[in-house]
């Protein structure tokens, strides 16, 4: 049982990119989803969180208005629709499944990590 992302990549500043996140197990729709990443010497950080029903999202500050987190339960996958991209996102990106019926940042809550895919914003 795990997570897959796909959809990084190389571009420029102001470009966008969607990223999408597919389970292998069962019950993803039971979940609420997280989509997190890392930049080379940084800690793992919050970017997004959807609802179990895709009715409800969080977001960091340094996304908000940009980044816009979706899911479709039928297909298991979760998406990440990123735009005005900035060289600041560039970072390895991960998801995860939410443990916990509230939206939260907190690592701690969150399983089943993907291995990842990189997204690389140029100036």
């Given at each position: 049982v795990h997570m897959v992302e796909s959809g990084g990549g190389v571009v420029q500043a102001g470009d966008s990119l969607?990223?999408?996140?597919?389970?292998?197990?069962?019950?993803?729709r039971a979940y609420g989803m997280g989509w997190f990443r890392q930049a080379p010497g940084k800690e793992r950080e919050f970017v997004a969180t959807i609802s179990r029903s895709g009715g409800a999202a969080n977001y960091s500050d340094?996304?908000?208005?940009?980044?816009t987190v979706s899911r479709d339960n039928d297909k298991n996958t979760a998406y990440l629709?990123?735009?005005?991209?900035?060289?600041?996102?560039?970072?390895l990106y991960s998801c995860a499944l939410r443990t916990v019926p509230i939206g939260t940042s907190a690592l701690r809550f969150y399983k089943?990590?993907?291995?990842?895919?990189?997204?690389?914003?140029?100036?």
């Open positions: 969607t990223l999408s996140c597919t389970f292998s197990g069962r019950h993803f340094s996304v908000k208005g940009r980044f629709q990123m735009t005005n991209l900035k060289p600041e996102d560039t970072a089943y990590w993907g291995q990842g895919t990189q997204v690389t914003v140029s100036s």
